[in-house]
């Protein structure tokens, strides 16, 4: 037994030097294995095993000298990280499309490719997803064997054990199993995530919250729901359904929403809801543009409107900012966020939407709450570059899962 236990412990070690190693070739760009001991404190002799590993398997190869002349008057041969080592896959489902993108080694998106969506079928949303793989890894110069990892992400309620969408309302998808569908055909690992989870992750890895440690990303799209990060953390919560703001209730007695229920903050502060909003303003006696566009009224149609000048598109949107704000100041006051990164195709309305979200938020927020409210500024792509770096978490708590017999929280 303590053969085995040592056998483990020298393995773990083995993988945890190896990660230490790479990561800093990955962040650090090109140096040299001498830098790299100096820097990862390893033993020259363990630097140089775990990097000639890493040239062997093309994850890292050498590109010149360093022009400082080393001990012994030799230069010191440069290193540095191969992006095109592996391959990421990312998955979204949308109510009006299916995307797939691929992101390199380093988790940037080469190609993202999107068709029309299917509601209320997730084996054949799921099939027109993978009919795009072949086409997004050619476009992005990436073979297929160098894909490690996929992911998910989508609209609803995931159970994160098992990678089943529970409830998708706005898809009008239940007990999808999406994590099993995607699995049978790829056979490689497979993370299922909330559209709010894999929007923060983006967002605090390279977005407006990049170096906040707690922050909300509320989504404000079809539908409306939160991402939460707490100390660094994505909070999951115990089945993993945490951050639906969206159903919670608001305004007594209000309209329906798609989950049943009435009156919850997603029937009164959503893309449908604008839109809804605008459909009565239209059959109304109100003097507005939007009596005169074609065709069915959505959110774009009243931003624009509002650009243009219309008070009554104008007055829609402050009241779905009102309406935010008040749903916004619940999440504050309960955690007591650094920040608060507002997303979404609503948010395209500016400050018609986010100065009315932001007053309302001060005013049903405790005092002496200091939350900055922000916009996105990873856009359109959050969702999907959030499931990409969903994937690469998964290939290296897999790893350590291996290594140290323990899983690691995301």
Same mark, same amino acid.
């Given at each position: 037994?303590?053969?085995?236990?040592?056998?483990?412990?020298?393995?773990?070690?083995?993988?945890?030097?190896?990660?230490?190693?790479?990561?800093?070739?990955?962040?650090?760009?090109?140096?040299?294995?001498?830098?790299?001991?100096?820097?990862?404190?390893?033993?020259?002799?363990?630097?140089?095993?775990?990097?000639?590993?890493?040239?062997?398997?093309?994850?890292? $190869?050498?590109?010149?000298?360093? $022009?400082?002349?080393?001990?012994?008057?030799?230069?010191?041969?440069?290193?540095?990280?191969?992006?095109?080592?592996?391959?990421?896959?990312?998955?979204?489902?949308?109510?009006?499309?299916?995307?797939?993108?691929?992101?390199?080694?380093?988790?940037?998106?080469?190609?993202?490719?999107?068709?029309?969506?299917?509601?209320?079928?997730?084996?054949?949303?799921?099939?027109?997803?993978?009919?795009?793989?072949?086409?997004?890894?050619?476009?992005?110069?990436?073979?297929?064997?160098?894909?490690?990892?996929?992911? &998910?992400?989508? *609209?609803?309620?995931?159970?994160?054990?098992?990678?089943?969408?529970?409830?998708?309302?706005?898809?009008?998808?239940?007990?999808?199993?999406?994590?099993?569908?995607?699995?049978?055909?790829?056979?490689?690992?497979?993370?299922?995530?909330?559209?709010?989870?894999?929007?923060?992750?983006?967002?605090?890895?390279?977005?407006?919250?990049?170096?906040?440690?707690?922050?909300?990303?509320?989504?404000?799209?079809?539908?409306?729901?939160?991402?939460?990060?707490?100390?660094?953390?994505?909070? $999951?919560? $115990?089945?993993?359904?945490?951050?639906?703001?969206?159903?919670? *209730?608001?305004?007594?007695?209000? *309209?329906?929403?798609?989950?049943?229920?009435?009156?919850?903050?997603?029937? &009164?502060?959503?893309?449908?809801?604008?839109?809804?909003?605008?459909?009565?303003?239209?059959?109304?006696?109100?003097?507005?543009?939007?009596?005169?566009?074609?065709? *069915?009224?959505?959110?774009?149609?009243?931003?624009?409107?509002?650009?243009?000048?219309?008070?009554?598109?104008?007055?829609?949107?402050?009241?779905?900012?009102?309406?935010?704000?008040?749903?916004?100041?619940?999440?504050?006051?309960?955690?007591?966020?650094?920040?608060?990164?507002?997303?979404?195709?609503?948010?395209?309305?500016?400050?018609?939407?986010?100065?009315?979200?932001?007053?309302?938020?001060?005013?049903?927020?405790?005092?002496?709450?200091?939350?900055?409210?922000?916009?996105?500024?990873?856009?359109?792509?959050?969702?999907?570059?959030?499931?990409?770096?969903?994937?690469?978490?998964?290939? &290296?708590?897999?790893?350590?899962?291996?290594?140290?017999?323990?899983?690691?929280?995301?």
């Amino acid at each position: 037994m303590k053969d085995i236990q040592r056998k483990v412990d020298s393995r773990a070690m083995r993988e945890v030097n190896r990660s230490i190693v790479l990561d800093i070739i990955r962040r650090g760009g090109r140096v040299s294995r001498t830098d790299l001991a100096r820097r990862s404190t390893l033993t020259k002799p363990t630097v140089s095993a775990i990097v000639e590993d890493l040239i062997a398997n093309g994850i890292v $190869h050498e590109v010149g000298y360093d $022009h400082t002349v080393g001990v012994g008057g030799r230069r010191a041969r440069l290193l540095e990280f191969n992006e095109a080592s592996a391959a990421y896959l990312g998955i979204r489902f949308g109510v009006s499309a299916v995307s797939v993108g691929v992101a390199d080694a380093r988790g940037e998106l080469r190609t993202v490719r999107e068709v029309p969506g299917v509601i209320g079928n997730p084996e054949r949303s799921v099939e027109l997803a993978l009919g795009l793989v072949d086409t997004v890894l050619a476009e992005a110069g990436l073979p297929r064997e160098r894909l490690q990892a996929v992911g &998910v992400t989508l *609209p609803g309620l995931v159970a994160q054990s098992t990678g089943t969408v529970e409830l998708a309302p706005n898809l009008e998808w239940t007990s999808a199993p999406v994590r099993d569908l995607v699995q049978r055909v790829l056979n490689l690992p497979v993370v299922v995530m909330n559209i709010t989870n894999s929007g923060a992750l983006a967002e605090g890895r390279s977005g407006a919250a990049k170096g906040v440690r707690s922050y909300v990303w509320l989504y404000v799209g079809t539908g409306t729901g939160a991402g939460i990060v707490i100390d660094g953390r994505l909070f $999951h919560g $115990h089945n993993g359904f945490s951050g639906e703001i969206g159903h919670c *209730p608001l305004v007594l007695d209000g *309209p329906e929403c798609t989950c049943g229920l009435r009156g919850c903050l997603e029937a &009164v502060a959503s893309g449908w809801a604008i839109g809804r909003a605008a459909e009565r303003a239209r059959k109304s006696n109100a003097a507005t543009l939007l009596r005169d566009l074609p065709g *069915p009224l959505d959110a774009e149609a009243v931003a624009e409107a509002a650009r243009q000048g219309d008070a009554e598109a104008q007055r829609i949107l402050a009241e779905v900012g009102n309406y935010l704000g008040m749903g916004l100041s619940t999440l504050v006051n309960l955690l007591d966020p650094e920040m608060v990164v507002l997303a979404g195709g609503v948010t395209a309305a500016g400050d018609y939407l986010l100065n009315p979200t932001r007053e309302s938020a001060a005013k049903h927020t405790l005092r002496g709450r200091n939350v900055r409210i922000v916009t996105s500024t990873l856009g359109d792509q959050a969702g999907m570059l959030g499931a990409v770096l969903g994937a690469m978490d998964q290939c &290296v708590r897999s790893y350590r899962v291996v290594a140290t017999g323990r899983g690691v929280s995301g």
